[in-house]
């Protein structure tokens, strides 16, 4: 099956090259290009096998999706030259994620099930059920490992560990949640529900930019409003938009990339399944038709979309 699992490109004036889990980064003096390839990850682990069209699905809905929030904080992005690329300001990353919670789903769920009832420094009441939705949204960060898992921490660590200072955190914290409050709004005009999602900021020239991508799937997690009442009432699954099911069939195969444990097979099957969710999401998401972007010379065209806006 053809996908974009990774580039390897050397451009006139490049400082740096760092290939991240999904995203292939190409550093110049004061830009970033940034190429969105269809490799996945779940648990902090890349899986081997890369989704067809899922990096032009997460470019575009970030794209979609930042200029839709473009007027509550400023962002990195200057063009988006390709389907697959993104290039923008070169920005001083914060080493943390604002994760932002408005449902008790995933992690925060694994969590809560195993008897804990505070996340992050947050403290959750008793009775919650999976996926209820919670009094109000709460700010559960993590790290951001270069390396390895992410871990949760509160904001006093962050604060006091020298990862943010007190009144960046605080500008931090005040964007993620008016960003959270956006991407519901926009969630529910789609008739979804936008569960829980992260944010990623960094600094240039003294000024808070939002970095990275929001509100696709690989960030966020969406339910379907309708019939979400009456699933809740019956203790059923939510029908959901999200890499979640990815998570639960390697949870169901035996693998949370934990030391051992080997990662399932992944078959044409079910990567044609992927990769159709993630369509699913992008078309729901921005109300827009997705435009499959041929794989023909497919590097050649991301090469020369970067040179043409960089050099």
Known sequence: MQALKETNFQFPGQTEFYRGKVRDVYHFQDKLAVVATDRISAFDVVLPRAIPYKGQVLNQIAAFSLKATSDLVPNWVQVQPDPNVTIGLKCEPFKVEMVIRGYLAGHAWREYNSGKREVCGQKLPEGLRENDKLPEPIITPTTKAAEGHDE???????????????????????????????????????????????????????????????????????????????????????????KEFVRQWLIDNNFQGKPGQEIPEMSDAWLEQISARYIELYEVVTGQSFIKTSYDAILDRIENSIKQNIL
């Open 152 to 242: 949760d921490i509160s904001p006093e660590d962050i604060v006091a560990t020298g990862l943010v200072s007190a009144d960046d955190y605080a500008q931090l914290a005040d964007y993620t949640k008016a960003l959270f409050a956006r991407g519901t709004e926009l969630a529910a005009k789609r008739g979804l529900i936008l569960v829980d999602t992260k944010y990623e900021f960094g600094k240039a020239n003294g000024t808070i930019y939002l970095i990275d991508e929001i509100h696709t799937p690989d960030s966020s997690r969406y339910f379907y409003s309708e019939g979400y009442e009456e699933l809740q009432e019956k203790g059923a699954p939510q029908r959901q938009l999200s």
